[in-house]
């Protein structure tokens, strides 16, 4: 297997690196989520995280703990931690391609283009760059899949262990909604199983379940115990009830997730003959299982209002077995096998070539047309290669698609590089810091993310002023201190650039950083 994993690997590897060269840490997210983690080395909470000094109780621990094991044998360091979810990847990948023969297994060569359809998949592979939870979620749904998958076929110990592997440390990742896609998959197991279901397999995968609890238990107990009455409150019912509250709020429409597919499955969506092949495919029992577990979690997440695109990795990464399986049972004609996707990177060309004599005055960067030309042209030999080339291997053909990506993530990062090196808050939150030790308070007018207290490498809390009563109560008690605020960009001509001590980009807007007692006179400006 490893010699097969040599370019689905070397894929991961390349676009990591490329979004770390190009693209800082990312606001609000990856800021937010590495303050976090840094909080709690700073101050030595190892069961408890912080965020701004007090308890966060909307994230378990896990991915803080792997940042306090790379900080211990690096240093405190930024880079390094980036390339954690990557690391998940190479597992997701080599989960992808055992879960395959599991369902399939005489299909090597299917197994084999698993890895580079899952590699070559633009959503998965950008999300092994970022620094989030979803990336690692993704490959214990996978260990659970596995691990069911497994236990419908042959019920020994070792699918149940993965099944309790999968719950516990699923839960420490990012809490209960794992169930979300374990828990259709294990009840439809009749519909999709070659076997017939013996029901007492669901005492043990109940036991099973309840293995994965006692794992989360053994930190949340303590930390419930060391968080406060509150925090316990949080983690153990306040959070996961708030969000089943909230979450029928409406935030996007029912067919997000639909609407949204193309970009999801990309560049696969675009690839004609999976469509084609679809049609001559018999629906066996292991592609019922994929479309038990795909379509499954789909209709929950757009039934529930805060979606987001990583919420549906594990269902994206599913997808390339799936994929992956049509495309190697079908028999197609290989003339013009690549060529609709080639025409899909001819069309980006032409859009990469136009957007920067059509973009908005409103952006609050410079656009580097050259960037954009250059990453048109780059997308067009591309295209032109794609549609040209005729391979005689389907392998042969699959593999060049999959490599394709790493051309299209660069000129993405290029075209757009004088935006993404407008995110960096370095600067900013060094000054923050830098006022900090000289004992000046440092407040804020609206909600904090966390977002300068790992660039800085903050050790006290921004104070938080929420209504002018508290800002008023904080100006006249500390006329020197600082408060950072922000605005539009259409409305900076109206702020006084002098009384501004320092400033910077902010997610489309500018954070000021301004002197208390003259913080009421910013806009006075007519």
């Known amino acids: 297997m490893m010699k097969h994993l040599s370019i689905p690997f070397f894929i991961l590897i390349l676009i990591t690196a490329i979004g770390i060269y190009f693209r800082p840490i990312w606001i609000i997210d990856e800021t937010r989520y590495l303050s976090v983690a ?64 599991t369902l399939w297994k005489d299909d090597v060569q299917g197994a084999q283009n698993t890895l580079l359809i899952l590699a070559g998949t633009l959503i998965f592979t950008f999300y092994n ?28 110990f070792l ?110 969506s675009f690839h004609k003959v999976f469509y084609t092949s679809l049609k001559k495919t018999t629906m066996d029992h292991g592609l019922k299982m994929l479309l038990v577990w795909m379509l499954s ?38 003339k013009g096998y690549t060529k609709s996707l080639g025409y899909t990177y001819l069309f980006f060309a032409i859009v990469f070539a136009i957007a920067p004599f059509v973009a908005p005055k409103s952006i609050t960067f410079p656009v580097d047309s050259t960037a954009f030309l250059l990453s048109a042209f780059l997308l067009f030999i591309l295209g032109l290669y794609l549609v040209k080339k005729h391979f005689t291997l389907k392998h042969d053909a699959i593999k060049v698609m999959a490599l394709s990506i ?7 990062h290029f075209a757009i590089h004088n935006f993404l090196a407008a995110q960096d808050i370095s600067s900013f939150s060094q000054k923050i810091s830098s006022l900090q030790q000289q004992g000046i308070p440092v407040a804020q007018d609206k909600k904090y993310h966390d977002q300068f207290h790992f660039l800085g490498r903050l050790h006290d809390p921004i104070i938080v002023l929420k209504g002018k009563e508290k800002i008023a109560t904080f100006i006249e008690e500390h006329p020197d201190g600082m408060i950072i605020t922000y605005r539009k960009k259409k409305h900076m001509h109206k702020i006084d650039q002098d009384l501004i001590t320092d400033k910077t980009s902010f997610k489309g807007k500018y954070a000021i950083l301004v002197k208390a007692d003259l913080y009421n006179k910013l806009d006075r400006i007519p």
């Open 38 to 101: 840094w909080e709690m080395w700073d101050k030595g909470s190892f069961l408890v995280p912080l965020l701004n000094g007090e308890p966060y109780p909307h994230k378990p621990p896990f991915i803080f703990w792997l940042v306090h094991v790379n900080w211990l044998l690096w240093g405190v360091n930024e880079t390094t931690v980036r390339f954690i979810p990557m690391l998940f990847g190479f597992g997701t990948l080599v989960l992808a391609y055992r879960l395959y023969l």
């Open 129 to 156: 760059s970022l620094f989030m939870f979803d990336i690692i979620l993704t490959f214990w749904v996978f260990v659970g899949v596995l691990g069911i998958v497994q236990a419908v076929q042959k019920q020994t």
């Open 159 to 268: 699918p149940f262990f993965l099944i309790s592997l999968s719950f516990g440390f699923g839960i420490l990742t990012k809490g209960p909604v794992i169930l979300v896609h374990l828990l259709p998959l294990l009840l439809l197991a009749p519909y999709w199983s070659a076997q017939n279901i013996d029901k007492r397999i669901y005492v043990k995968f109940f036991l099973a379940f309840l293995g994965g609890a006692a794992i989360a238990l053994s930190w949340a107990i303590p930390a419930g115990i060391a968080g406060g009455e509150a925090y316990q409150h949080a983690i153990f019912w306040g959070q996961t009830a708030d969000r089943m509250v909230n979450s029928f709020a409406h935030q996007r429409a029912i067919w997000w997730y639909l609407a949204l597919l193309p970009l999801l499955l990309f560049p696969w």
């Open 297 to 334: 979690a789909l209709l929950v997440f757009s039934f529930i209002s805060g979606k987001q695109v990583h919420y549906l990795l594990p269902e994206i990464a599913a997808f390339s077995l799936f994929c992956a399986r049509v495309l190697t049972t079908a028999a197609p004609n290989m």
């Open 406 to 412: 790493i051309v299209a993530v660069f000129a993405v």
